[in-house]
């Protein structure tokens, strides 16, 4: 059964800061990769969609990467700002299943 | 474009009763798919509709029912209500090419906050 896996759980950076979130899942027979950004009592904003061919996408100041080999994919933010504050999900779609794979997030707080 | 929307967003029922949460698709999509995320959890694959028809489930027990209707909107119905059915679910809409391919990029609602006393 595919286990994804995001570290580190909570991260607190100054405003300005780049940053690296981290995502890894244990069957690399996938899909696709998405990341998503969620609001606390909120639901979930895609940010990146990564296809299994791909090894990255990037969308202004985010820039996610993919080693389907190894199994990790990282989130990279550039100048962080308070407004980034938010918990960070990535997903995994199996090439045998219709239903994505979670991992249970990193909470990013960006301190102004 | 509209996108995913949910009803009702919030609601509180008492265990035992039956539930019925609603999602309306994005404009386009055709696939629906049903999420339960609990506090501080990613969340948890319940089950796909695609062409009114279940198309994939993942481990909840039968309480947890669903349809999509021909306008591929979607209910959620949960019966004999638990308390640790309080959660946040969240539907997910995505296109799907008629020769029925796999499912691509998912959208997101808002979510209904269901608490289960």
């Known amino acids: 059964k595919q286990e994804v896996t995001q570290i580190p759980a909570a991260l607190s950076v100054p405003e300005g800061e780049n940053l690296v979130l981290n995502c890894s899942f244990t069957?690399?027979?996938?899909?696709?990769l998405q990341w998503f950004r969620q609001d606390p009592g909120k639901g979930l904003t895609s940010l990146l969609l990564i296809q299994s061919s791909q090894r990255e996408q990037t969308s202004g100041r985010l820039n996610a990467s993919l080693d389907k080999s190894s199994g990790r994919s990282t989130l990279y933010i550039a100048a962080s700002q308070p407004g980034d504050s938010a918990t960070y999900l990535c997903?995994?779609?199996?090439?045998?299943?219709?239903?994505?794979?979670f991992g249970t997030g990193t909470r990013l707080t960006v301190i102004p | 474009e509209t996108g995913v929307t949910q009803s009702p967003t919030h609601l509180i029922k008492t265990r035992g009763q039956q539930v019925t949460l609603r999602c309306s698709s994005q404009s386009g999509h055709n696939t629906v798919s049903w999420y339960q995320q609990a506090l501080g959890q990613g969340p948890q694959f319940i089950f796909q509709?695609?062409?009114?028809?279940?198309?994939g489930r993942g481990n909840f027990p039968p309480r947890f029912s669903g349809l999509q209707f021909p306008n591929y909107s979607s209910e959620l119905n949960v019966n004999a209500l638990e308390l640790d059915d309080s959660a946040l679910y969240l539907c997910?809409?995505?296109?799907?090419?008629?020769?029925?391919?796999?499912?691509?990029?998912?959208?997101f609602g808002e979510g209904s906050r269901l608490t289960v006393l």
């Open positions: 997910a809409s995505s296109p799907r090419g008629l020769a029925g391919g796999r499912t691509g990029e998912l959208f």
């Open positions: 997903a995994v779609i199996g090439t045998g299943a219709n239903n994505l794979f």
């Open positions: 509709y695609y062409r009114e028809e279940e198309n």
């Open positions: 069957d690399s027979a996938i899909y696709n």
